[in-house]
């Protein structure tokens, strides 16, 4: 089994997945405060989808939209699970053309790194 998690909105986590060549997608909505936990989220997915870790052969993120600080958070937690299981881990874009051919040839061991989706906004705004 392969997954990808979406965790560019506010209000919701999309977790797409296939065990072959069609991806499905489950999403969860946050509640207004958003401070459900993205571990949390995929606790949820694996029990609705029925599989397990041990089942993952690889898996992805997102990158490059939404808030960087979510983006952060979701290729810190998919980069610790690919350590972990020794499986590859890709970051991608919004698209998912050769999604699956990307991930089956990525190296394990290799990992991913959040990018920014528009222009860093550190420190002070220019007047």
Not at 15 to 32: A, L
Not at 83 to 102: H, Q, S, W
Request: no cysteine; aromatic share 12%; glycine share 6%.
């Amino acid at each position: 089994m392969y997954f990808i998690v979406d965790n560019s909105a506010d209000d919701k986590v999309i977790f797409s997945y296939t065990e072959r060549e069609n991806w499905k997608k489950i999403e969860f909505i946050r509640p207004g405060n958003n401070k459900v936990s993205l571990l949390f989220l995929l606790d949820k997915f694996f029990k609705k989808t029925k599989f397990k870790l041990s089942d993952v052969e690889g898996m992805g993120v997102i990158v490059g939209k939404g808030k960087f600080t979510s983006t952060r958070i979701a290729v810190t937690m998919i980069n610790t699970l690919a350590y972990v299981l020794k499986i590859p881990a890709v970051g991608v874009l919004d698209d998912y053309k050769d999604l699956l051919r990307k991930i089956k040839t990525a190296k394990s061991g290799v990992f991913i790194s959040a990018k920014y989706s528009a222009d860093a906004t550190i420190g002070k705004r220019k007047k």
